[in-house]
């Protein structure tokens, strides 16, 4: 397995400072603006994202975690795959939510958070924040915030990894050799 | 861990490990029921049947909504009327039923071990919904649940079921799930209830509720069963209910935070006063609640596994 590091600790620290001020910028400041993780590294993310804000604007966003074992639709294909909890404990009614995810590739697991936001209900607007786009979509949807956009080969891996999980911050793509 | 087991036909069937991904699941799913919308698309173009021998309101309305807030399309067939009443055999019935290509039966019978047979012959997952005197997978894993939910914990617990135990199914699956943890059961209720062997199960007896109650986390009542010959077991209804119902003083023997469950239909008056099974301490309407997320991890694990 040949590896190679896209970002290392201080540039995860600084894309996602940058991410932090263009979600701000873009949504005029902070009010009536929530995070949700995808599991399990965006909830990382999200909590960093959250912190981040609190230190610029002096306020908490309400923050989320979504699992979307549920909407998959490839469940059919395999062995029921664990499922964890969903907790969203704020009313996702007329909110702009900023859904965050690690990796975003072929589209499919925004597809399904988006699916289940919308039972939970109505927001004003969800907007899709990533650490890395790899590319390979195979659904027309696109992150409104990448942290880098770098194309990776579809047989080749990117591995993010963040130290409240992984015990350090980086992301590597590998190579099978 | 992943699912590999196709049916749920008894706790006995269960290995602890699995007891516990159930309920670890059932934590994710029970979330989905306090919604606007309670609908998920998980099992969208499952098809679900529940097939019940015996009468029931809890378990198979319980089974009915987990698997429509999954998305699964759900029939239901009851003895009455089915062709049973023309004569046709279980197995005709389930044979007949497999050629529609139902993804999961949920089948309620008389007979023990009517599940077990059913799944021997069947492609899709059979669910016991409870066979005879014999078991009731589903329940004891709610009643587990609502236990862990309410203490924190199942390891440690005095759990005392009260009534009549050599004729409940209920009771015969949650000692079977209960002695997977390192619990105190004490069995309660007349002699003629008790079956003789039950301490080979390692539960204890105590005839006399006034001391099988004393310091205990968790009361289960059950009631007489009626339809399996329950009734012949005592002098009278009456003399059972001074003897072996449930009263508020009881409860007063019983641990600070005790939790008073009951698997349903009670009968008030009987094994249980009004007033305790209205008390603060009754958990007995959160048990119903969680019976409807135990049962949609249970339809999750058994439908979504490798064919």
């Known amino acids: 397995m040949k590896t190679k590091v896209l970002l290392d600790k201080k540039a995860i620290e600084r894309t996602v400072n940058r991410m932090t001020h263009e979600i701000l910028e873009k949504n005029e400041g902070s009010s009536a603006l929530s995070l949700i993780g995808i599991r399990t590294r965006g909830i990382y993310l999200a909590n960093r994202i959250q912190s981040k804000i609190k230190s610029i604007e002096g306020m908490a966003l309400p923050l989320g975690v979504l699992d979307i074992t549920m909407y998959r639709d490839d469940l059919s294909k395999m062995k029921s795959p664990e499922v964890k909890k969903t907790d969203i404990p704020f009313d996702v009614n007329n909110m702009t939510v900023i859904l965050v995810d690690d990796v975003m590739h072929t589209g499919r697991t925004t597809r399904a958070a988006i699916d289940a936001i919308m039972d939970l209900g109505r927001p004003k607007k969800i907007q899709l924040a990533v650490l890395i786009d790899r590319g390979g979509r195979e659904l027309p949807i696109h992150p409104d915030y990448a942290g880098l956009t770098y194309s990776v080969h579809h047989k080749e891996e990117v591995l993010v990894r963040l130290h409240e999980i992984d015990g350090k911050d980086e992301v590597v793509v590998a190579r099978p050799v | ?307």
């Open chain 2, 1 to 307: 861990m992943k699912w590999i087991k196709k049916d749920l036909l008894g706790i006995r069937e269960l290995s602890k490990e699995e007891v516990l991904f159930i309920l670890n699941s059932t934590d994710s799913f029970k979330e989905i029921s306090r919604r606007d919308i309670k609908k998920v698309p998980t099992l969208r173009g499952k098809t679900v049947i529940t097939l019940f021998y015996e009468p029931s309101t809890r378990t198979r309305t319980s089974f009915e909504i987990a698997a429509k807030r999954l998305s699964a399309d759900t029939i239901n067939i009851s003895s009455s009327t089915s062709s049973y009443v023309k004569g046709e055999t279980l197995k005709d019935t389930a044979k007949n039923l497999e050629s529609m290509r139902p993804d999961a039966i949920i089948i309620r019978h008389s007979m023990p071990g009517a599940p077990h047979m059913l799944a021997g012959i069947m492609n899709s997952s059979v669910i016991n919904g409870g066979d005879g005197a014999h078991e009731h997978p589903t329940q004891a894993l709610l009643d587990l649940y609502t236990m862990r939910e309410k203490k924190g914990h199942i390891d440690g617990l005095k759990v005392v079921i009260v009534g009549d135990i050599a004729h409940s199914r209920v009771a015969r699956s949650n000692i079977l799930a209960l002695k997977h943890f390192d619990t105190e059961i004490v069995c309660s209720g007349p002699p003629t209830m008790i079956p003789p062997y039950i301490e080979s199960l390692g539960v204890k007896k105590e005839y006399n509720i006034n001391k099988a109650v004393v310091d205990a986390d968790v009361i289960m009542m059950l009631r007489i069963q009626k339809e399996r010959g329950g009734i012949s077991s005592i002098p009278s209804v009456k003399e059972y209910a001074t003897l072996f119902g449930l009263k508020t003083e009881h409860i007063e023997k019983a641990k600070k935070d005790v939790i008073i469950m009951h698997p349903g239909p009670m009968n008030r008056g009987v094994e249980i006063a009004a007033e305790v099974a209205d008390g603060p301490y009754s958990v007995i309407l959160d048990q119903v609640e969680n019976g409807v997320a135990v049962r949609m991890a249970i339809l999750y694990l058994l439908t979504g596994r490798e064919m």
